[in-house]
């Protein structure tokens, strides 16, 4: 499905997503015009559709024999993702796990919201589930932005 308010582009130089980032690690930015705030836009983009929900429970179980998470505890969490910090322009969820470590970003400029993902691969597990989710991970944020859009024009 096409997205056309969703727009592939960079994060923005002053995102702390960029102070994870090495060489090898998978980063993305995309954007689109809204004016909310992080926490709006994060609240927004993460009312997933169940159908994200059940991929989510199945990745749980059939990765529960490799020890992996899957999910991090936290106090403040915004759908299954714990927020690792936020500020007044940025709010940064994710979490470390023995096959990879990953956080989302959600980065406002006032006029425009972006989401970012940071992945460091730790393993073969790691880079073997990156490539198989990548798909996925794609239209899944297309859709969290484009949902974000959506509630910017009403």
Not at 57 to 68: D, H, S, T
Not at 123 to 129: D, E, F, K, M, P
Request: positive net charge; contains cysteine; glycine residues 6%.
């Amino acid at each position: 499905m096409f997205y056309p308010d969703v727009k592939t582009v960079p994060l923005p130089a002053k995102c702390r997503l960029w102070s994870f980032h090495d060489d090898g690690d998978f980063i993305d930015g995309y954007r689109v015009a809204a004016p909310f705030t992080p926490r709006e836009a994060a609240e927004i983009a993460m009312k997933f559709p169940a159908w994200v929900y059940a991929l989510m429970g199945l990745r749980q179980i059939v990765m529960w024999p490799f020890g992996l998470k899957g999910r991090a505890a936290g106090s403040d969490t915004i759908s299954i993702f714990p927020v690792t910090e936020e500020s007044d322009s940025e709010m940064i969820l994710g979490f470390n796990d023995k096959h990879l470590d990953f956080r989302i970003a959600i980065f406002s400029t006032g006029s425009h919201v972006h989401c970012g993902t940071w992945v460091r691969r730790n393993n073969w597990l790691g880079r073997a589930y990156l490539f198989v989710i990548m798909p996925l991970h794609v239209f899944i944020t297309r859709q969290m932005l484009a949902r974000v859009a959506r509630a910017a024009r009403t």
